[in-house]
């Protein structure tokens, strides 16, 4: 049973010819101790819980600011590995670009090698035939020509050397 104020203020001790009732004071005045030892007590506790509270925010202020200077950072470091990935990215893509290029380069100089060397191909082969189409026809001229048209053997010997590249009748 706690002491209001009010209670304190209306107190009414009972009096003797010399003053008031020395047990019913004494009686009070023990009432009044305990209550103010409880509320002493209760109010040591509810500093100690305001202490203990007021630490704890700090507590929770300091981790928020560490919290935060920890997600600034993290997003720094996010930042800046983006910006290192698009800056590898652009590296790689320009390196395989220039690979392209080369490649690229390297296949049209093959092609014009080729192209060159089909040439080269089709006027052998152009020249090749018209050489075996003048001994053919050198040939068919000997076949068809009669053998008493020949005066004497050195004089085939020149037609059929003037016939055959590469060889003469003075040789």
Do not use: W
């Not at 470091?77 to 080369?102: F, G, M, Q, Y």
């Amino acid at each position: 049973m706690g002491i209001t104020p009010i209670d304190i203020q209306q107190q009414q001790f009972k009096t003797h010819p010399f003053g008031y009732e020395k047990s019913g004071v004494d009686r009070f005045l023990e009432l009044v101790a305990e209550e103010m030892e409880r509320l002493a007590r209760q109010n040591q506790e509810h500093k100690e819980e305001l202490a203990r509270t007021r630490s704890s925010l700090e507590e929770m202020r300091c981790r928020e600011a560490t919290l935060k200077d920890t997600l600034l950072t993290a997003q720094k470091v996010t930042d800046e590995l983006k910006s290192n990935a698009r800056k590898e990215a652009e590296i790689i893509l320009a390196e395989a670009e220039l690979r392209a290029e080369r490649i690229v380069r390297a296949a049209e100089e093959r092609r014009l090698q080729i192209v060159r060397e089909i040439q080269d191909l089709k006027r052998a082969r152009t020249s090749f035939e018209v050489a075996l189409r003048a001994l053919a026809e050198n040939h068919l001229r000997l076949l068809d020509a009669e053998p008493q048209e020949l005066q004497s053997p050195q004089e085939a010997r020149r037609l059929e050397d003037s016939l055959v590249p590469g060889t003469s009748a003075d040789e």
